[in-house]
């Protein structure tokens, strides 16, 4: 029973003199999730909103907005986070403009979908949106 305390002993004080934590952590490579937050708005999504669309009809659009600020009623604010086990996070946000309770403006930084889901980073920018029909 000495023997094997004296053994543990020994183990234990040369794991904590002889490796540091980081190189123990370095070898280990645990799994690490793919964490998606927030409303995921691309540009088919976008491309079905028209200048003059009532406030339901982009929420039916576009979905519930992730943020409504109560002392801005006229902006809704769409924003995406998606966070990869490994690499870099990717955050979208578009922002929906409202004049008179209808849709009057976007802006954003979603972009022409490719296939890959990716987004520049830093780029915001207004995106057009299509009169009604009959008005122009």
């Known amino acids: 029973m000495r023997s094997i305390s004296f053994a543990a002993a020994l183990a234990v004080f040369g794991l904590t003199t002889g490796c540091s934590f980081d190189a123990v952590t370095d070898r280990v490579n645990p799994y690490r999730i793919d964490v998606r937050q927030g409303n995921y ?77 990716t987004v520049p980073a830093g780029r915001a920018r207004v995106i057009e949106i299509a009169a009604p029909e009959g008005r122009r």
């Open 41 to 117: 708005v691309d540009q088919s999504m976008v491309s079905q909103l028209r200048r003059g669309m009532t406030r339901d009809q982009v929420r039916f659009a576009l979905g519930t907005p992730l943020v409504v600020d109560m002392f801005r009623a006229d902006r809704w604010d769409y924003v995406y986070l998606f966070q990869p086990g490994r690499g870099q996070p990717e955050r979208r946000v578009v922002s929906v403009f409202f004049v008179d309770d209808v849709l009057d403006r976007l802006e954003g930084d979603v972009v022409a979908g490719d296939g890959d889901g």
